[in-house]
């Protein structure tokens, strides 16, 4: 009797090294004022985050802790897109959303320590600490849980006749997830004023996106549910924010929501706790050296505005000082009291 032949097996996807953003054509400018704002405020996230990794690795900081390094421009882009009144939700790798918003990086890097001081009592740590009065809700360790609750705040903006916009952010790996195109299909069917940004930093937890996803245009990912997308520099400010402006105003219009594809990259290990051995030092290194958001802005301040070296440094000894003093009030405040433990408990 003859044995069928049996299908060979597809060969595994092999994990492509990852490349730089794709150049943008006629990438928009910035003022003078705005680059400044821009390289400051990113400055404080990097170093913020730095302090953060270092106070971690004290022994200060414990439980889970995601750093946002590298990144910077994604949020600081879609914060100088967005008005006041626009909500912002995101995941576990949250520090930087938290410091974008307004939030003090006293309160945030006292949550971090487990101090009262901090933002959710020192009870939420690195990865739950909210702000309603800087329009903040949220960072949420279950991966892609946020997606439904901030197309929840689209919905409620939507139901009060709001203009205000929910800006819901997530990563490669949470794309994969249910919830996520649940949360699309309602945000379409009801043209709710919602903009999805997919931070595509290339690996996930550790698995390369051409190993994890079939599609790996992650701005076509709404397109059964007629949600428009595009990708973007998330490594230059000024597409970032030239993009969030499209997406914001598509939104806030009543067109529905609206897909961003941030392509980005994070220099340190998916947490504290991760080596990232499934990527060489040669590419983390290229891409400090050829995309880094920081540094782009940096040039254009040197080389276009004529800024001074000297300016330069006294942002970055003031952005220092400002977290130097963040570490201080986090190591020296309180730990909460006993009592909390009875707090905000639902029965």
């Keep these: 009797m003859a044995v069928a032949a049996r299908k060979a097996k597809p060969a595994a996807a092999k994990a492509a090294p990852a490349k730089g953003p794709r150049s943008i054509p006629n990438t928009p400018t910035l003022t003078r004022d705005e680059d400044l704002h821009a390289y400051r405020e990113m400055l404080l996230i990097r170093r913020f985050e730095e302090k953060s990794g270092q106070m971690y690795g004290m022994g200060l900081i414990g439980g889970f802790c995601h750093l946002y390094i590298g990144q910077e421009a994604v949020v600081i882009g879609m914060q100088m897109a967005s008005e006041p009144g626009d909500q912002v939700i995101t995941g576990y790798r949250d520090h930087g959303h938290m410091l974008a918003c307004g939030m003090e990086s ?138 969030g402006e499209r997406a914001m105003e598509h939104a806030r219009s009543g067109q529905g929501p609206y897909i961003l594809e941030m392509q980005t990259y994070r220099y340190r290990g998916h947490s504290m706790s991760d080596p990232a051995k499934y990527r060489s030092k040669d590419e983390v290194q290229k891409m400090r050296e050829e995309h880094d958001p920081i540094e782009q802005v940096r040039a254009r301040l040197i080389n276009q505005w004529k ?30 009291d006993v009592a909390e433990l009875y707090t905000d408990i639902l029965l």
């Design 106 to 243: 006293r309160g945030v890097l006292a949550e971090l320590t487990g101090r009262r001081g901090g933002y959710s009592r020192g009870k939420g740590g690195s990865m739950h600490m909210f702000s309603r009065e800087k329009k903040f809700f949220g960072g949420h360790g279950i991966v892609g849980a946020q997606v439904s609750l901030g197309t929840g705040l689209g919905f409620a903006n939507w139901y009060r006749g709001d203009t205000s916009v929910s800006l819901v952010y997530f990563g490669d790996g949470a794309a994969n997830q249910g919830q996520v195109y649940e949360s699309f299909n309602m945000a379409a069917l009801w043209k709710l004023p919602v903009v999805y940004i997919i931070e595509n930093n290339r690996y996930a937890m550790g698995t390369a996106v051409s190993r994890a996803s079939a599609q790996t245009d992650f701005s076509r990912r709404g397109l059964s549910f007629n949600i428009p997308g595009e990708q973007v520099d998330g490594m230059d400010i000024r597409a970032v924010k030239a993009a």
């Design 307 to 336: 800024v001074a070296e000297e300016e330069l440094k006294t942002i970055d000894a003031k952005v220092r000082d400002i977290v130097n003093d963040a570490a201080e009030f986090a190591t020296h405040d309180p730990e909460p």
